[in-house]
């Protein structure tokens, strides 16, 4: 049961990236444990990467394991248990690009992404705090 939740968990994150691509720009990202991800592993270091593309494959990878959380069967106690640290993969990507990027739109984009996921961290912990039992 616990390999169809993570194969579960890999088709709402690759629908997701994919809906979300043309606002976040398109990456790749890493695998989670135990997964097969095939077409994933260009996600491991490469001597030729850059110094950008190897700060991306980092935050990809630790998103993709810190998203690998159990499943308490509470619906909405799991959408933020498995969305806060698919927006921390966020912020890490965005904080690469402020370092990295030349285009202003781009540095621009990427500080509204950290401020408006972080805001939505906050609230997500806030909510657990208060309702996850």
Avoid at 46 to 63: G, L, Q, R
Avoid at 74 to 83: A, E, G, I, Q, T
Avoid at 108 to 125: F, L, P, R, S, V
């Amino acid at each position: 049961m616990k390999n169809v939740s993570k194969i579960a968990l890999a088709a709402v994150i690759g629908l997701g990236m994919a809906a979300s691509a043309s606002a976040q720009g398109t990456h790749d990202h890493g695998s989670m444990p135990g997964m097969d991800m095939g077409a994933m592993s260009s996600m491991k270091p490469d001597p030729k990467d850059n110094a950008s593309t190897k700060e991306f494959k980092a935050a990809d990878m630790a998103m993709m394991k810190n998203m690998d959380v159990a499943y308490t069967g509470n619906p909405d106690v799991d959408f933020r248990l498995h969305m806060m640290p698919h927006h921390k993969g966020a912020i890490d990507m965005a904080k690469v690009a402020l370092k990295h990027a030349k285009d202003p739109a781009t540095k621009q984009m990427a500080q509204k992404i950290i401020d408006d996921q972080e805001k939505e961290i906050g609230e997500m912990e806030a909510w657990l705090k208060k309702n996850a039992k």
